[in-house]
């Protein structure tokens, strides 16, 4: 493929000025207007194309526009769209039929992003503690680890320990205790007998895809069953396929007792979460205490249906699990060659870029220019995810792109240059 050229042309610059003067700069996004995707591929407004390998942070697990989920939406536009939970709807009811049977658990809570899914499992967790474990009023605790992303809720800001996300926007409320990542011993000793759940992501995928050491998962659920603590796992971005397995958790044989699901399971067209788990702990909900207008509406739920039955097979888990590996063996012989260190599970990795090339932003710019999407996170850390669908050929041309970028900063850093310019 040409490289794009080192700019930003007249109406990507008009298009991008338009948000930059109506919208909140809560964003910072990299320098393309996307204007049609199909698969892995997006093309912009001057008609360049380019290989989406960050997947809208794994919820296009299955690509843009797939046809069995454009298929789904469309049959089902045309016939109904929104009920609320007033009434009931011919789609939920199979929706959460089938997402129980893929989780293997009894009942689904539907709400809509993910940020809802984890308010949500915040208070089952609580409410299931005064009213099965008897801890006393008000006094419940939830473990949460640092270096968290669970949500942009002032509830859930309150416990991360990112000072964007964090800083200016309290007062915090309380019952929240915070462990270090994968310390399963530091998380031993923060249980006590108000302790209602442990609230984590199995792999933490704002952070740079951080991966906890081997055995943890394992002793978390360990120590959940022995202190009748709930286990909630975070599988909003890890879920539904990205790491090769349906969930992360089955990476250590695990099972939570509540599952956070969102992003993919809308399939890239809706809105679409849940939490997932069995009657004795969704139970605790009763009428009245916890709803959404648009959670579980008709038409998400059809298209939750068919990612559902896309997911049953197995056959997008083996695929990331296979691609996961050529991503890995790919990108590995750059240590020590511009990357300081890789992390990989499935089709998910986190790259973490050596100081001396540059920001992780400076090589998404860079990478952009040559037609390969990618975003930073944490200033030295690249995230890749492409779609479960992805060819093999579109992978290895990306690991190319990757390799060509990386290496040619390294050479310059090494000769003393400045880094190259992408785009401006």
Known sequence: MQVHPPHVDPATRGAIALEHAHLAHNYDPLPVVIANGQGAWVTDIEGRRYLDFLAAYSALNFGHGHPALIEAASAQLGRLTLTSRAF??????????????????????????????????????????????????????????????????????????????????????????????????????????????????????????????????RRVRELCTEHGVLFIADEIQTGLGRTGHTFACEREGVVPDLYLLGKALGGGIVPLSAVVGDAEVLGVIQPGQHGSTFGGNPLAAAIGVRVVQLLAAGTLQKRAQLLGTRLREGIEPLIGHGVTAVRVAGLWAGVDIDPRLGTGRHISEMLLARGLLVKDTHGQTIRLAPPLVIRSTDLDWALEQLHLVIEGEAARADSGQAPAHAVG
């Not at 462990?179 to 442990?198: E, Q, R, S």
């Open 88 to 217: 009931s709807n011919d789609q939920l009811g199979p929706f959460a039929a089938a997402l129980a049977e893929l989780a293997g658990k009894e009942l689904v809570l539907p709400m809509n992003t993910g940020a809802e899914a984890v308010e949500t499992g915040i208070k089952v967790a609580r409410a299931w503690a005064y009213r099965v474990k008897g801890v006393p009023q008000d006094a419940a605790s939830i473990i949460v680890a640092r270096g968290n992303f669970h949500g942009r809720t002032t509830t859930i800001v309150g416990f991360s320990d990112d000072p964007g996300a964090h800083d200016d926007f309290g007062p915090y409320g309380p019952g929240f205790v915070s462990v270090p990542f994968g310390d399963a011993d530091a998380l031993a000793a923060a249980i006590t007998p108000d302790t209602a759940a442990v609230l984590i992501e199995p792999i933490q995928g704002e952070a740079g895809v951080l991966i906890p050491p081997e055995g943890y998962l």
